[in-house]
């Protein structure tokens, strides 16, 4: 499954088809642009007060990741897929979720549990990539 481009200008509610590990049982949030960048985004629980709930940053990260190419499995895919079983032209979008750095590291993000999306359907889920050589906390710099 190649993932598609997601592109800056998207924004909106977003579904999980399964709740995120350590985020409770949330499974609608908005995602939202972060002003001033063209790749970050800001996801937070849908319709709750500013700064009373979970956020999470989420990043595209093909300017970051140039070989980052995750096979996303076809059953996840299809899950995603509009509800009508549409299977044929499924697209996808990838992100990862951005660990802030601290005083001894900078940002690093996860490559091992992207987060998958269809930007038509607007359902997401988390993906474990089993197996694969992606690291949990991969260092980010610009390529």
């Not at 601290?102 to 607007?122: H, K």
Request: no cysteine; charged share 20%.
């Amino acid at each position: 499954m190649e993932p598609m481009e997601l592109r800056h200008g998207y924004a909106g509610n977003v579904s999980f088809t399964e709740p995120l590990p350590g985020i409770g049982s949330y499974t609608r949030f908005q995602l939202a642009p972060v002003e001033g960048t063209d790749d970050l985004f800001s996801m937070t629980v849908e319709g709750a007060p500013p700064g009373t709930t979970p956020r999470l940053f989420l990043l595209d990260p093909a300017q970051y990741f140039l070989d980052y190419a995750p096979s996303i499995p076809r059953d996840v895919a299809v899950e995603l897929a509009d509800a009508d079983g549409e299977e044929d032209a499924i697209n996808l979008a990838v992100l990862v979720v951005v660990h802030p750095g601290d005083d001894n590291t900078g940002p690093t993000a996860n490559l091992l549990a992207p987060i998958v999306l269809s930007p038509e359907t607007r359902r997401a889920r988390q993906v474990v990539l089993e197996g694969a050589p992606w690291p949990l906390r991969a260092p980010l710099v610009a390529a």
